[in-house]
């Protein structure tokens, strides 16, 4: 059948049902005749069970496991049972604690006294770690604004503008031993700028697309993939600038210190979250 049928048969959009094929959690077969996809019954299954699943907050990643047989699905609703009790404990004792501060007449920041609802100061500190390990990284959720984007494009296109008259008449994109190998006309200085856009508007859909997986972390990581890549093309057009003028000679150990710094912050970001 077709995908407007299993459109109709599920009652789930194109683009869900596109989106498990692309994560191969199913794989229709194709039409000899036209090349099209032909969904079959079990397709259609397949799809309800795992839109289903997903309604339960189940990844991608799980639903992948227990389809190929790695997890049983009882042990895989078992551990989402049990993180969901955990979810709900904690929104019920931040319920509860709003319900109490409520009762408070004329509540205020400035007269809030925390130990006027909290007895063990130390114990509801720790009882509420995940809240605070948020806190502790919010430099992922800095370094992967769009805001952040705006100013390293910013500044590769300033830094363009600035030398631009200073170059000259070619500059260097490839580099081998500590000496140009490769020379490019002088405009090709505003190709870095520019490539921060693509980055940011082709690229980073794809990245997204391919982090479906990880739903609890695709936003944040694509957008800090996706601004580290525009600063890795800052980053080189500094080091070009830099070489014409005879500062810098060596560009890998700048790509290399780019990569270890930014991924290595990103690795202790997604641990503690």
């Not at 009882?74 to 904690?90: N, T």
């Not at 000259?168 to 405009?187: C, F, N, T």
Request: charged share 20%; aromatic share 12%; proline share 3%.
């Amino acid at each position: 059948m077709t995908i407007k049928e299993v459109e109709k048969q599920t009652g789930l959009p194109r683009s869900n049902i596109r989106f498990y094929e692309k994560e191969e959690l199913i794989v229709p077969s194709r039409n000899k005749s036209n090349g099209y996809r032909d969904y079959s019954e079990s397709d259609i299954e397949d799809i309800k069970k795992i839109a289903f699943l997903r309604t339960l907050g189940v990844s991608i990643e799980d639903i992948r496991n227990v389809m190929s047989g790695r997890t049983a699905l009882h042990e895989m609703v078992q551990k989402q049972h049990k993180r969901l009790e955990s979810q709900m404990a904690d929104l019920n004792k931040a319920k509860m604690m709003c319900e109490k501060m409520l009762q408070t007449k004329n509540i205020e920041y400035k007269n809030l006294q925390v130990n006027q609802f909290v007895a063990e100061l130390q114990e509801y500190w720790n009882g509420n770690k995940p809240v605070f390990k948020l806190d502790s990284v919010s430099f992922l959720y800095i370094w992967g604004s769009f805001i952040t984007w705006i100013v390293i494009t910013a500044l590769c296109f300033f830094t363009a503008l600035l030398f631009y008259r200073a170059l000259p008449s070619e500059i260097p994109i490839q580099w081998s031993g500590g000496a140009a190998s490769s020379l490019v006309d002088k405009k090709f200085i505003f190709a870095y700028p520019a490539a921060c856009g693509v980055i940011r508007w082709l690229l980073r859909p794809f990245l997204y697309a391919r982090l479906q997986r990880y739903p609890c972390y695709v936003e944040v990581i694509a957008e800090y993939l996706t601004n580290y890549l525009c600063f890795v093309a800052f980053s080189v057009e500094i080091f070009s600038v830099l070489f014409v003028f005879g500062v810098a000679k060596n560009i890998v150990m700048v790509l290399i210190v780019d990569t270890v710094v930014l991924l290595g912050l990103l690795a202790v970001g997604l641990k503690k979250n």
